[in-house]
Structures are given as C-alpha cells and as structure tokens.
C-alpha cells in the first residue's frame, strides 16, 4: 500500500523535473481570453446518450440547462423564467395522482446555428428520450409524463407537462433532464432509426445553446470551445476553452503544478496529489468540496458466487475500509455505509455497519460453502477455485491503489482477486452500461438533492439487451420490498415522509449489500488562483464549468 503511493510521489517528482516548475504569475497575463482544463477522461460521445462524467462537463459549458444548481445548491432558473409552484398554481394537483406543470421558456435563446431555441425543441426531446428504441439511459422519469403540450405553435415558449404520476421534483426540470436537443438538427436522423440515434455524427460535433459553441474535437487530444457570441445571458469573458485529455492522474498533476494547465475536473486525483501540488505550486487553487459522490465496489449480483447474501457480506467484513480512508485520503473522505451521503436529506446514519472483521468474513464464507484448498484460496462446493475479477477505470491512481488493498485483505480469507482495468471510455461506454463485469467493479455515482432510490435500485432498472441496457440497476439487486419502497418515495411529496421511506430502503439495501459502499468522496478540483470565479458544487451533473461564463483572468 505505501509502495503505490512511493511510486505516485517518484512518477509526480520526476515529471515535474522534466517539465519543469518555471513561475506563472505571467502566464495568465499572455492568455487572458483562454483557459485550459485538464482532464483524465475523454468523453466518448457528446449529449445524453453518454454514461461519461466527462461529458458532463463540457455539456455544462456547451447547453443552457433549463435551471442548474448553483455552488450553493439551489437551482437558479436559466432557461426557464421561473420554477413553477404550486402557490403560484403553475404545478397543479389532480385527481387520480395526475398533475400539471406550466413552464415559460425565456425568449432570445438560439442554437449555435442560429435557429430560435423553442418548447418545440423540448417537446422533441422528451418525445426521443422516451421513445424504448433510443439508447436513453433511464427512462424512469420520462415515464411517468402522459404528455408536452405546446398550446400554440407560433408562439412557442410556453409548454404543459401532463404527469400521469406524482413525482416529488416535477417543478424542478420540466421532463426529468436537466437541457434539451435541437429538433431541427435531429430530427432527420430520429426518424430514420432511433437506435441508431448514438452514433448520428451529431453526437460528435453537437449544435448547443449554451455559453459555448464547439470549435473541434481532436480524438485523444482534446476538445476547444469558443464563446458563443448569440448567447443571450452573461456574455463569456473567455473566449476559449479547451479540455485537454490527459488520462494518466499523475501525469495530470504534474501539468498542473507546472501551470501547463488553468484547471482540472475528472482529474482522478486522491489526497496526496492534491497536497503535493499546493506544495509545489502555490498559486494554484485545490478545492476539497463537500459532495454528494457515493464511491462503491459494484457486486454483479448474477454471478453463481456473489448472488449469495452470505458471501457479499463476507468480502465487506474481510475489506478494512477505515484503514483504506486512513491510508489514501488522510482520513478526510468518511467511510461509507450506505449510498446515501450524509448531507443528503434522506440518508440513514443508523445502518448497519460492517466492521472490518476477517474472522467473521471466513465464517460466512464456510457457510456459504466455501472450503480453503491446498494453495489456501477457497474452493466452492463444485471444487471451482474463487477467484473473482476486479475491474476499474485505468489510470485512476486512488482506485488502483484501493485494489491492492482489496486484493491482500480478500486473499487473507481466501478469495483470489485478479485486476482487470481498462481505459474509462471503454468501462463507462460498455463494461458498466452492459454489466460485463464478471464479480468486482468500482466506480463512483455523483447524485443531486433531488436524487432518488428508484433509477439504481428498483429491479425494472436492471439493464439488459432486452430493455435496450435502460436504467441504473447495474448491480442487478432484486428484492420485491426495497422495489415497493422505491415506488412509494417516488410518489410522496411530504419531505418528512420521504426521509423515513428512504430509510427504510437503506435498511434494505445495507442488509442485502446488493454493493459495497467504500466511502463518500470530496469533489477534488483544482484551477489557477488568477482564474476568477470557479465555484465547485459537488453535485452529479455540475461540474467546474457550470458558470464558465462568469470565468475571467
């Protein structure tokens, strides 16, 4: 464990020799209408068929969200005028559990191209989400809307949501999705075959409506945006941003101790990189934001082994999570025991906890069947030795180092780990989307104040060739009472009520241990100090560049 985090601070030192750490009070002086974002993902597609964070952050600069989070995490309505409410009678209860909503669009908001940005657009969008032949990662939502009216066409801005369910948040986005596509751009190509829709070259080249508009997008190298001069709110002060990808962690905290980068997110850094570069560059900025970011190893709940509660179980008593935490965040990222983090309204801080004990983890494993062989792993009751594969993103120094952890404290009770790691567009872009771990997977799901249990816990979110890999169930967890419970919080609108659903729910799933919930992240960014204006939230969706617009040198 301290040998992997020698080798960081040896990869980190001799980069830093090479690029060199030359001063940079200047640097921003010579390049005040640009700034350069380094990231250690590259987005595999652009819009919302993607599963990639990195996506999302260029996405924030890209499209004008109908009403984004702010750094203090209240939504601030953009692209709408206002949130409707039910005091102002634009969200209307009625009866048999329907409901209304009324959304205003503000005028003077267009397309890159030019075309006015209208509730047509939007009424499109829903329309393609929804549709089962298009790659849409969850429909969940999308679902429980009968229907978008536009009242009249020739004065398109104003649109009526027809919820054929209560839904807690229908007042927050109008469909469930935080921005929408251009119906002129995608329309052809809906038409001819949704489920060919992700690879449209669209996806790759995306007319937005944001603050930004896509200048290129060099494969392996980099992606450049450039102001958006028809943008109708605040006019960007830099003129150019450009996400350079750079997906070694290591290599990335060296270019931003050397200030050959203005900013980071996505950067994969753990605690230690971040200290090291306040260290080494102290006119850059780290920022540790508190944050809803759930860190987990994932369980493939349909392998012959791990579909057994008691073996689930076992590998969390036999994984030292506290010393893991100690070791690799200097205890500043707090153990997880549920999946739900503390400053979540409905997280549960009474759970069951599983404490690292190795002897008890042997004792459920014995239960389970399991018997020790001659090499000392264990041996199911066929006489098929347990050796699980455990996969992540490459490049992620914090996870990589988690499973080295990982793999000493399992083989100490028996199971072999065999580390299977591969690029993020590929895990992201297939191994997660279509379960194609086989055991072991860790990654992390960033949530908002508005997230629910439903989309990654309910069995009909399971993906699968059969539902076109639709919903956020990857571990593939069934149990017929934490999906009733899903339900029902999905549909109360009492906060109190909903608190005491969810749990309930989190009982469920802490006995069940359908994953293992390793510990609740710090979102870690890091920008110049010159860069003026950068305000991390720590929510899923919104990243850095949520108010690139408002950036200045």
Not at 42 to 53: H, Q, R, V, Y
Not at 163 to 184: C, D, I, K, Q, T
Not at 216 to 241: M, Q, Y
């Amino acid at each position: 464990m301290r040998g992997a985090q020698v080798r960081v601070f040896a990869a980190i030192a001799a980069l830093a020799l090479v690029i060199g750490l030359a001063p940079v009070a200047g640097e921003a002086q010579q390049r005040r209408d640009t700034v350069t974002i380094g990231m250690a993902q590259e987005p595999d597609i652009l819009g919302p068929f993607s599963t990639m964070a990195a996506a999302g952050v260029i996405h924030n600069s890209l499209f004008a969200f109908f009403a984004p989070f702010n750094e203090k995490w209240v939504r601030v309505p953009l692209l709408v005028e206002k949130l409707p409410s039910l005091k102002d009678g634009d969200w209307e209860l009625l009866p048999n559990k329907k409901m209304r909503v009324t959304w205003k669009l503000r005028r003077g908001f267009t397309w890159a191209d030019g075309k006015p940005v209208t509730a047509l657009d939007a009424r499109f969008s829903y329309g393609m989400l929804r549709n089962p032949r298009t790659p849409t990662l969850t429909r969940f939502i999308l679902r429980k809307i009968d229907n978008i009216l536009v009242p009249d066409v020739n004065n398109p801005y104003t649109m009526v949501v027809q919820w054929s369910e209560l839904w807690p948040f229908a007042n927050a986005l109008p469909y469930g999705e935080n921005w929408m596509m251009p119906r002129h751009a995608l329309e052809a190509a809906y038409l001819r075959d949704p489920s060919k829709l992700k690879a449209d070259p669209y996806f790759r080249a995306p007319v937005g409506n944001g603050p930004y508009k896509l200048k290129e997008w060099v494969a392996g190298s980099h992606i450049t945006l450039e102001a958006n001069d028809r943008f109708p709110g605040e006019k960007p002060k830099i003129k150019t941003i450009t996400f350079r990808f750079i997906l070694d962690a290591v290599v990335l905290a060296a270019n931003q101790m050397a200030a050959s980068v203005d900013a980071t997110e996505i950067n994969n850094f753990g605690i230690d990189q971040m200290i090291e570069i306040e260290r080494r560059n102290p006119s850059v900025a780290t920022h540790y934001t508190e944050a809803l970011i759930w860190e987990r190893i994932e369980f493939n709940n349909d392998n012959e082994w791990l579909k057994d509660k008691r073996v689930r179980q076992a590998i969390a008593y036999a994984i030292d999570r506290e010393a893991i935490v100690r070791a690799l965040f200097h205890g500043k990222q707090p153990v997880a025991h549920t999946w739900l983090p503390p400053r979540h309204y409905g997280a549960n801080p009474n759970v069951k906890k599983y404490a690292y004990d190795p002897a008890r983890a042997r004792v459920l494993l014995a239960e389970a069947g399991f018997t020790p062989g001659p090499d000392g792993i264990l041996r199911d009751r066929a006489g098929k030795r347990v050796e699980m594969t455990f996969m992540t993103t490459a490049g992620n120094a914090p996870r990589e180092q988690t499973q080295q952890i990982v793999k000493e404290q399992l083989k100490a009770v028996g199971i072999e780990i065999r580390i299977e790691n591969v690029p993020a567009s590929v895990f992201f872009g297939r191994v997660v989307v279509r379960r194609e771990w086989p055991h072991l997977a860790e990654w992390a799901t960033l949530f908002t104040p508005e997230t629910m249990a439903f989309p990654n816990f309910h069995s009909s979110q399971i993906p699968s060739a059969a539902n076109n890999w639709e919903g956020s169930n990857r571990s593939g967890w069934r149990n017929t009472d934490n999906d009733r419970l899903c339900e029902q919080i999905n549909e109360e609108l009492d906060e109190a009520k909903r608190v005491e659903l969810f749990r309930r729910q989190q009982d469920l799933y802490v006995e069940d241990l359908a994953s293992l919930p390793l510990y609740f992240r710090l979102h870690l960014t890091t920008a110049m100090k010159q860069l003026r204006s950068v305000k991390p939230t720590g929510l899923g969706g919104f990243y850095i560049t949520w108010n690139s617009q408002e950036w200045s040198w």
